[in-house]
């Protein structure tokens, strides 16, 4: 009998194996399919999800660029001139069509992807947030277009030139001028205020630190300063930063030799920039106390 049992394994282990070729053969079950269905549907949405999200996430970034360039070029009728230049008319007339072909290119990005949000199974209030404040925020730059090209019809400009926008080439040339002289006024943009260190304090443009009892606390400048408590300035036509009191204290540190404290009658005057690039390389704000 116990020769017998080999045969018996063997004859068991082949029963096996033949019922699982068999199982092969017949593939997955009903179950096994529908998960697998499911599983690719899942991965098909989440990527069709993220594509959507990865797409609308570049176009928003292209609007906001749109605007930014926008807002740069707001202010083209040089304040309190009555007549313009020939260079001046033909700077603002490309600046004028410039704007007209972003807010164009912006309100159609702006409607295509709310087309796309709409089609898509993606329920994302967010999106729809920032859609509906691209929306708002284009509204406000029409408007503000609107008044300015009043101000060019009351200097003779015509209306079909106000209203013009530039081909496609034209376009992508005019923007990338405008970008790298945008990069440009951000790299020459600096900020300034100047008060007395109750009032700096106050605006949040500076805290104090050290001391005892209030005793000598020292100013410095605050990091997280909003820059609307700050006045803003171009360093590369800067030259005077007014000052009123008696005494001026400097809290941001700028080298002794590039500037002068001018007075007038024992009076502060103004604050000399001698050397600009001096001036502002270690910090581009400016806070001074005066008394």
């Known amino acids: 009998m116990q020769t017998q049992r080999p045969s018996l394994r063997i004859a068991g282990a082949a029963v096996l194996a033949t019922f699982a070729m068999v199982a092969c053969e017949r593939g997955p079950s009903e179950s096994e399919k529908a998960a697998l269905a499911e599983n690719a549907r899942l991965k098909t949405e989440v990527q069709s999800r993220d594509s959507l999200i990865e797409d609308m996430t570049r176009s928003f970034g292209d609007i906001e660029q749109n605007l930014a360039i926008i807002e740069d070029k707001e202010k083209l009728l040089p304040p309190g001139e009555e007549s313009l230049t020939v260079d001046q008319r033909e700077r603002i007339m490309r600046d004028i069509q410039l704007m007209n072909s972003l807010m164009q290119e912006s309100r159609d990005q702006v409607a295509e992807l709310t087309k796309k949000l709409d089609r898509s199974r993606v329920d994302s209030g967010s999106l729809r ?27 003779d400009f015509k209306i079909e030139e106000v209203n013009q926008k530039l081909n496609t080439f034209e376009l992508e040339m005019a923007r990338r001028e405008a970008t790298i ?111």
Not at 129 to 152: C, G, N, P, Q, T
């Open 129 to 155: 947030k920032k859609l509906k404040a691209l929306d708002a925020e284009l509204a406000s730059r029409d408007s503000a277009i609107l008044v300015m090209k009043e101000e060019l019809l009351a200097k």
């Open 181 to 291: 002289e945008q990069l440009g006024n951000e790299m020459h943009t600096a900020y300034y205020a100047v008060g007395s260190v109750k009032e700096l304090e106050e605006n949040g443009v500076v805290k104090r630190d050290g001391g005892l009892l209030g005793i000598g606390r020292s100013s410095a400048l605050n990091e997280a300063v909003s820059s609307n408590k700050l006045s803003t300035i171009d360093t590369r036509n800067t030259e005077r930063i007014p000052l009123s009191g008696k005494k001026v204290e400097l809290v941001t540190e700028h080298p002794s030799g590039s500037y002068e404290i001018v007075k007038e009658k024992d009076e502060l005057a103004y604050l000399r920039i001698k050397d600009p690039d001096a001036f502002w390389r270690l910090s581009h704000y400016l806070v001074a106390e005066v008394r």
